[in-house]
């Protein structure tokens, strides 16, 4: 596995950019929570879409895929979240099984060689 560093910086960039505008847009109790879940959120899973090489282009190119997926279903989840009123615990189990489902089908992908 190889990390390109410039491309995890400008990830890095893009999710905090994104983070700050969910924080902005969001009336909830929560813009703390919803600001640092949903950038640890968008970074994990940009940065394996644009700056993560593996030995072989098809795994490579099935985790970008994958990381892509997560990452829309990230932003969308976090959109929803942020024009709702919600709790702490709904937010943390919702996107926290998703980043962890992201991870498990991420690992049995490269374990595999696909």
């Known amino acids: 596995m190889k990390v390109n560093g410039i491309t995890t910086i400008i990830a890095l960039a893009i999710s905090a950019i994104v983070a700050y505008c969910l924080y902005s847009w969001c009336k909830s109790d929560n813009q703390i929570l919803l600001c640092i879940g949903s950038f640890v959120y968008c970074a994990t899973t940009l940065i394996f879409t644009m700056s993560v090489s593996f030995e072989s282009k098809r795994t490579t190119t099935n985790i970008r895929f994958l990381s892509g997926t ?14 709702v009123q919600f709790g702490s615990p ?23 060689d696909m």
Do not use: D, E, P, R
Not at 90 to 112: D, H, Q, S, V
């Open 90 to 112: 709904i937010y943390i189990l919702i996107n926290g099984i998703m980043l962890l489902i992201w991870l498990a089908i991420t690992y049995f992908i490269k374990k595999a």
């Open 70 to 83: 997560f990452l829309a279903l990230g932003i969308i989840s976090n959109a929803i979240f942020t024009f």
